[in-house]
């Protein structure tokens, strides 16, 4: 099977079933995605699939339907993804980190369809990513300031 | 101790160690200075000018020997040595450097003196002072207690004086300047004519001077680090995916390894049938160590497959099986022989309790660790050399236990610390490497991976112990009176360090009534006694420890004994308290709450609670909201004294992480036991807080004290009773046992 991440064709002999979470980590070694529960309770292995924030725990490989991207792609590229990392870095988000590259993807997901989101839209969009450190303040800090980042342009 | 000007009293009074009841390591003399470990297998040109700066060809390496557990401890340990040595932190390497006894914990024993924090009598002060020696001699290297910030307080900037100060008498040497002529700046010696000698350049002339160690610390003015906002020298990498932590590491020729283990703790393998594992895809082989099965495989997640798919059978768990009897064995625990301290007995409980005392029995459940990255270990057994990375607390001790299964001498077992995503007490236990190490003694000499999965992560933790306590109070005159305390809890102590490591946990075990005897406030008849319940579920230290229990029932009870008196839950806590930079606190907190204001509109309740751990005074307000939905934390106050703010930035975020996680596991954190199991092996059942449920929190951190002290736990305490009184306050409902999820419903 192919699967195309970051831009770049993967040819795959794996099984149908395994998670796209072990594919990314073990058989392309893309370990900016994280485990943390295998049962899309934690959203630490949060990425997109065209665009749109999936648990990579539980898409089977011979679903993915379109082109991956993670926390590892070329920012530059991808303007509201560069957003969101800045302002991570900015309000200094990241205590132990090991959530954050699962909460800035669903940061970006959510700031790419919805450039100006409500607090209630802010907490709705991220509440399926866990941070046992408790980041959540300066989460919704980093996700207003990245959503000012992303209409300035 | 960070205490200013007690660096020179080290090994006076030694002897007097032996004689604590209450001391768990050791009366060996220690008299010489423990080895420099950098010394080893120093290259041409390089030196190692204290065991916490090495200069090489590559730069300057500041060594920052406590763990990160995500608190930011290699950014405060890098800062402390930079200020002195006058490198910038964006230069320079940090590398976590080999387990040494070099790096032993000294703050770790000011918590082991059997004094409360607010006793600087001439005891106490001593006793901590002495607790430092066999501290050093066992060469306790963990990171644990909120000791990091205090143990290297003073010793990491006089590190980097001491190499600044040697770095500068060998750009004399080399220059012919006198030395205090020079000045230095951004890793570099400075001559009066404006030249610069790169430290690196120096090194060579430096590796063969004696160091010069006695120096002077520079004065707050002069910081160019401590007290201002840093970034964390990890927060691009954090932010960006490049961290690597345990989980990532990748050797060539590495194979992956799960494990299946009893889940009734302490039970046996009574035999297995790995024949559909074994015929899975990638496996390599199924073969039992201690307690269970291994499997090695190409790939993580066919290493969890093949694990789930081995049958095995497995015998009794080592303690009760049912949540029931836990509770039955704490609630038989309050009697004479089962009686572990007394360490606050002061004026006349029986007769001032009366006829009439005001009585109420508080529990408090197991908790999961649950860092967010599951524990795992990578071990390579090669001829006369093993390897082990992985993110630990304890390198010393993984170290000493490789050595022990793989048959070579500790010296021949290197250990790589790596980052490490959440711990919260997990990683003080070394299990996860102590089961890599036996599987790689089968693995052909290949290096090998485990991770555990979450749920074996959780079925395999050491809990949070259960605690209960049993307690009566009076009131007279519109004020609290009198306290009889009494708490029941299994031994932290005794499961991890005397059952896991082996060492000696003479008298009693001060976790049992942390935060519950040491409290600042002078109740005029009080006592606390703590009993040590029968063993259980094997049971660790978990964020703020016995504090974790006793803060919510010390200050859950004290507020029920405040409202019978009628006063006000905050002046009769300030009236109560003694000690004036825990008072400094509680004024603080009011403050920012303007608790003393209007009171709040019906439907909604404040709650305050103070507690001091780890010698941190820490206040907490809640606000909660009464909606259709549900209770509602709207809003948080937190105050807290740590003597000094060395990265403002960072002590903001883990006081308010602190909160989320005090308060997250008050709401919904329970580990229960049926047929011998834990009940709730992952987030879908161990729940905690998530955004939607997260308030606002306003921080203070007050500076009044003279120890400088470490942040990481203190905050967790004070959240879970802060919330019970302000539901309290907003309900007329008292909660006496956490979850509180199982009696209220929270939106």
């Known amino acids: ?153 | 101790m960070g205490k200013v000007g007690k660096i020179a009293r080290r090994t006076f009074l030694i002897g007097s160690a032996a004689v604590l009841g209450g001391v768990a390591f050791g009366y060996v003399m220690y008299q010489r200075p423990a080895k420099n470990p950098l010394l080893d297998g120093l290259g041409e040109g390089e030196a190692a000018l204290t065991p916490y700066v090495l200069i090489n060809g590559e730069g300057v390496t500041l060594i920052t020997p406590r763990g990160d557990k995500g608190q930011g401890a290699y950014h405060v340990q890098a800062a402390l040595i930079a200020e002195e040595l006058d490198v910038d932190l964006e230069k320079v390497n940090v590398d976590p450097g080999p387990p040494s006894g070099a790096y032993y914990n000294t703050a770790l024993s000011a918590e082991a003196v059997p004094f409360a924090y607010y006793d600087e009598g001439f005891m106490a002060e001593t006793l901590r002072d002495v607790m430092d020696a066999p501290m050093k001699f066992l060469g306790m290297q963990i990171t644990g207690g909120s000791t990091t910030v205090p143990d290297a307080w003073e010793k990491l900037r006089v590190a980097g004086a001491v190499a600044r100060e040697t770095l500068k008498a060998a750009a004399a040497e080399v220059s012919g300047i006198n030395v205090t002529a020079l000045d230095t700046g951004s890793g570099r010696v400075i001559l009066p004519d404006g030249r610069e000698l790169a430290y690196e350049e120096l090194a060579p002339v430096a590796a063969g001077l004696e160091p010069v160690t006695k120096v002077r610390l520079r004065e707050p003015e002069e910081w160019r680090y401590i007290g201002k906002p840093m970034k964390r020298i990890d927060i691009v990498a954090k932010s960006t995916g490049a961290q690597e932590y345990g989980i990532d590491v990748e050797r060539p020729d590495m194979v992956h390894a799960a494990v299946r283990l009893n889940p009734r703790r302490g039970g046996a393998l009574n035999g297995y049938d790995a024949q559909a594992a074994e015929e899975m895809r990638g496996v390599e082989a199924v073969f039992d160590i201690p307690g269970g099965v291994a499997v090695l495989a190409d790939n993580t997640w066919r290493a969890f497959r093949a694990a789930e798919a081995v049958e095995c059978d497995w015998g009794p768990a080592d303690h009760p099986g049912e949540q029931a009897e836990h509770w039955q064995a704490l609630a038989d625990s309050f009697v004479s022989d089962r009686r572990d301290s007394r360490q606050r007995d002061e004026g006349d409980v029986e007769s001032a309790l009366g006829d009439a005392p005001i009585e109420a029995e508080y529990r408090a459940p197991y908790l999961a660790h649950a860092p967010l990255e599951p524990v795992n270990a990578t071990v390579w057994v090669q001829e006369g050399r093993v390897d082990v990375w992985t993110g630990t607390q304890v390198p010393r001790f993984a170290q000493s236990h490789v050595a022990e299964i793989c048959g070579v001498d500790a010296e021949q077992v290197h250990v790589h610390v790596l980052m490490m995503g959440g711990s919260f007490g997990h990683r003080l236990e070394d299990d996860v490497v102590i089961r890599a190490a036996q599987i790689a003694m089968q693995a052909g000499g290949r290096p090998v991976k485990l991770t555990y999965s979450r749920e074996e992560d959780t079925r395999q933790d050491f809990l949070r112990p259960v605690g209960m306590a049993r307690m009566k109070g009076a009131i007279t005159d519109g004020r609290v009176r009198a306290l009889d305390y009494h708490v029941a809890a299994p031994s932290i102590m005794a499961s991890q360090m005397g059952e896991r490591q082996g060492l000696p946990m003479p008298g009693p075990d001060s976790t049992i009534v942390q935060a519950a005897w040491d409290q600042a406030y002078a109740i005029p008849d009080c006592r606390v006694t703590g009993y040590r319940a029968p063993r259980l579920a094997p049971v660790s230290s978990w964020r703020s420890v016995g504090a974790s229990i006793n803060g919510f029932f010390h200050e859950g009870f004290l507020d029920e004994l405040i409202h019978a008196a009628g006063a006000d839950p905050l002046e009769e806590r300030l009236r109560l308290c003694f000690h004036e930079p825990t008072r400094k606190v509680l004024e603080a907190v009011g403050e920012m709450a303007a608790w003393s204001g209007p009171r709040p509109e019906e439907g909604v309740g404040r709650g305050v609670a103070l507690v001091t751990s780890f010698g941190v005074p820490c206040a907490e307000i809640v606000e909660v909201r009464q909606t259709e939905a549900g209770l509602r934390i709207e809003r948080v106050w937190v105050a807290a004294e740590v003597g000094r703010l060395v990265d403002p930035v960072n002590f903001d975020g883990l006081v308010k992480g602190g909160a989320v996680f005090g308060l997250g596991h008050a709401m919904t954190g329970e580990i229960t036991f049926a047929d011998g199991r834990v009940e709730q092996e992952n987030f879908d059942l161990f729940k905690a807080m998530r955004i939607d449920q997260c308030p606002e929190i306003e921080v203070r951190g007050l500076e009044n004290g003279d120890r400088v002290l470490g942040i990481g736990e203190p905050p967790v305490p004070p959240a879970a009773p802060a919330l019970a009184n302000a539901i309290f306050a907003a309900t007329g409902q008292r909660l006496r046992e956490m979850p509180f999820a199982k009696f209220v419903d929270f939106a």
């Open chain 1, 1 to 153: 099977m192919q699967i195309e991440v970051n831009g770049l064709a993967h040819e795959l002999d794996v099984e149908e079933d395994m998670p796209l979470l072990w594919v990314l980590r073990d058989e392309l070694g893309i370990k900016g995605v994280k485990y943390g529960c295998g049962i899309a309770q934690c959203g630490a292995c949060t990425v997109h699939i065209d665009g749109e924030a999936v648990k990579s725990c539980q898409v089977f490989a011979g679903d993915v339907w379109g082109e991956v991207t993670t926390i590892e792609a070329d920012a530059d590229e991808l303007p509201v993804l560069r957003a969101v990392q800045s302002a991570w870095i900015e309000h200094q988000v990241a205590q132990c980190g090991y959530c954050q590259s699962g909460q800035i993807m669903s940061a970006a997901s959510l700031l790419s369809e919805n450039r100006n989101p409500s607090d209630t839209e802010i907490d709705e969009a991220m509440r399926s990513n866990l941070c046992r450190c408790g980041t959540y303040p300066r989460i919704r800090e980093a996700v207003k300031s990245a959503g000012e980042r992303v209409r300035e342009g």
